[in-house]
């Protein structure tokens, strides 16, 4: 499975293999070793499986990783209880470039896939005088491989097919995508149960029951949570806390998704992630998205006041949008500057700016944007 950026430290053997971390944590063995358990009892047995099965999960990972690795991330590998995780580094973001997100998702199960035909192939090939743990060892090469990879690819969170769903419910459900994607993975789950029950395998029966209830909760608390106490959006709240906080990347993860979605919720997530660029300096990337979504929009009043609260104050604000103005002067980005100065009572400053050739207001004066400030300072 692809994770979230992020890095999780449990007990176990950690060593790095071709630059990447890699933790084989000592849950995993434990489980993978009652799973390998057979009756009567057969260390040798024992042994090839769980060499295999860390063999076939790491295989499995490590496709996920080179994915990552071509588009110039670094990555982590962890095999824990249920399997194993590849993480990469803080800086990406799945939802950047969903089709990128998709092919490192696929990396993993066609990496599996591709080793799960070879065994059979060799299978196919062995001679009959072959001793009995080789071909065994072949035969458990095939069953992970091909088995777990086909699984992967289930549409259900947070499988590798999990994953591709989400990405391509993002172009869909715009913004919902979350709960979609939960409501799928509770119905696979569900059916999953029942296929399990008709077969009278009680472990399937009752891990397919378990986890659909837990996707279908979650649905049910996104759709009733869509809004805070505060009657905001969740996600404006916590972007906000997370401007507060200086997490410009959680910010970016946050809002970003949420320039997919049309109105109001589309404008005030392209102000954050305008905001986010600034404070974080890439000033071109903030002129990008300001002349993209902006230029039309008016940013509520409501949010602007939250975002100088979030942001430490009107002082620090206006800084902010003067020194994005100084570096990348487009007029849309002026009007966030203009916007923070007459939302600070700061009018003679914001008529003084008004006449800069760089703003260009004579000419855009009916643009969305300044009609608010042309009525406070009387242009």
Not at 196 to 217: D, N, P, Q, R
Not at 334 to 362: S, W
């Amino acid at each position: 499975m692809k994770g979230a950026a992020g890095v999780t430290r449990q007990p176990g053997l950690s060593f790095r293999l071709f630059g990447h971390p890699i933790t084989i944590g000592l849950w995993f063995l434990l489980v993978a070793g009652a799973l390998g358990a057979t009756s009567p009892f057969d260390v040798t047995a024992l042994g090839i499986w769980l060499a295999v099965a860390t063999i076939s999960i790491l295989w499995h990972e490590f496709g996920h990783a080179l994915a990552f690795r071509a588009y110039g991330f670094d990555s982590s590998i962890e095999l824990w209880a249920l399997g194993g995780v590849t993480r990469p580094a803080e800086s990406y973001d799945p939802a950047e470039r969903p089709g990128r997100d998709i092919l490192i998702s696929l990396a993993g199960p066609t990496a599996g896939l591709l080793l799960g035909i070879a065994a059979h192939i060799a299978l196919i090939g062995i001679a009959p005088s072959t001793p009995p743990y080789v071909r065994y060892a072949l035969e458990e090469l095939r069953w992970i491989n091909l088995g777990w990879s086909l699984v992967n690819l289930v549409p259900m969170l947070p499988l590798d097919g999990g994953r591709v769903m989400m990405r391509v419910l993002e172009t869909t459900f715009r913004g919902r995508e979350g709960a979609a994607a939960y409501c799928i993975s509770g119905v696979v789950a569900l059916a999953v149960a029942a296929w399990g029950f008709f077969e009278e395998i009680t472990a399937i029966t009752l891990a397919g029951a378990f986890l659909g209830l837990v996707f279908l909760s979650m649905f049910g608390k996104l759709q009733g949570a869509r809004h805070g106490p505060d009657g905001q959006p969740v996600w404006l709240s916590d972007t906000l806390a997370a401007v507060a906080r200086g997490d410009r990347k959680r910010v970016l993860r946050i809002a970003k998704p949420r320039l997919r979605v049309d109105g109001t919720n589309q404008t005030n997530a392209a102000f954050l992630v305008t905001a986010a660029f600034a404070l974080d300096g890439r000033y071109g990337e903030a002129r990008a998205i300001a002349e993209r979504y902006l230029e039309d929009a008016v940013v509520s009043p409501e949010l602007t006041e939250r975002f100088v609260l979030a942001v430490g104050g009107e002082e620090k604000a206006i800084r902010l949008w003067h020194r994005a103005f100084e570096v990348e002067p487009a007029p849309v980005i002026g009007g966030l500057l203009l916007d923070a100065l007459v939302e600070a009572g700061r009018l003679d400053e914001a008529k003084r700016l008004l006449p800069d050739p760089r703003l260009a207001f004579d000419s855009l004066r009916d643009r969305p944007q300044f009609a608010r400030i042309r009525e406070k300072v009387g242009a």
